[in-house]
């Protein structure tokens, strides 16, 4: 199973840049550099912060997202992504965990490797495909992977600083209520991602919850506060 850690080649959005995605968002007003996101419709995505896709880079295909951490919340559930992907930090605070994994062959156990001491390591997880479907979601359990957490890494990214990941690389984060970030990322290299969970998993289809538009207008307009 890959775990690479490079972070990936696409740098950090430049400031006019994502400037100039969060102006053509807000007013749905796209030129020759930039064009309307596929799917323009923000979402509460269930790793703990609202989703608002914002443009796509016709030059080089780079999709921008700007994701807005809720009051509370935090990424509960180590994955990795369908692609590579940088992420810039308008507002507030990331921790951003790296983990190392291989393959398990005993039984699963309880624990959880970011609360855990070194010596203590030796929890299991479920390894579940999550896949993207028209208007949600699902998970796949059914393939009965499983893995172990032998380390991980952590970092604190702060407002104004950037990183970058690669699609195979697990992680797991968590933010400050509030936190804003701007994403982007590259084209999908596969169907699926892979979600490391515990306990018995619900594989059928999930719906998308919708944000509305005044909130989606509030965010936009909070993000550009921060570059300006």
Known sequence: MPHHHEATDRGPIPQGLARSALIAALHDSYGDTLRAPAIAAPVAHPNGFV????????????????????????????????????????????????????????????????????????????????????????????????????GHRTATVCAGDAYGMSAFTFHRASALPGTMTLVARGE??????????????????????HVGPSERRGYLREALDCLA
């Not at 965990?97 to 030796?122: F, H, K, Q, R, V």
Request: charged share 30%; aromatic share 10%.
């Open 51 to 150: 989703k608002l896709p914002l443009a796509l880079v016709v030059e080089d295909s780079r999709r921008l997202f700007l994701h807005v951490w809720l009051a509370g919340e935090e990424d509960t559930q180590a994955h990795d992504h369908r692609w590579d992907f940088s992420s810039t930090v308008l507002r507030g605070t990331v921790h951003n965990s790296l983990l190392d994994i291989t393959e398990a062959y005993e039984p699963l156990c309880d624990g959880d490797p970011l609360l855990s001491t070194e010596s203590s390591w030796s929890p299991g997880y479920r390894v579940v495909r999550y896949e993207p479907r028209k208007g949600g979601y699902r998970f796949d359990a059914s393939r009965g992977e499983r893995v172990v957490v032998t």
């Open 188 to 209: 999908p290299m596969g169907r699926y991602a892979r979600v490391l969970v515990r306990g018995e998993v619900s594989e059928g289809p999930r719906r998308w919850r």
